[in-house]
């Protein structure tokens, strides 16, 4: 799990793994599947909301490398992932 020096949650690195930690499709291979599952898991143990995790990858997304994105395509991939699993 992504958490900081402080044992507190890193959610922009942990939704970062359902981007294979890069710019990848979100979630759409296996293990970046498994990623945003496990970001999911958390969310729900923490409260979290779909707009909390778009938050969260459009800030991953800012500072992303890898190949050219589509912002705003990949923010609909995860609202999407996440709409029926998490509160708005």
Known sequence: MGTNGSGQIDW???IGGGFAFQTAHF???PLDRDRANEYLKQAKAHG???SDAV???REYL???TGWPTNEEEQLQRVEK???K???R
């Open 48 to 50: 979290l909301t779909v």
């Open 81 to 83: 992932f996440f709409s």
């Open 62 to 64: 800012k500072g992303a």
């Open 27 to 29: 979630a759409v291979h």
């Open 55 to 57: 938050e969260h990858a």
């Open 85 to 87: 699993k998490l509160p």
């Open 12 to 14: 922009i690195r942990l």
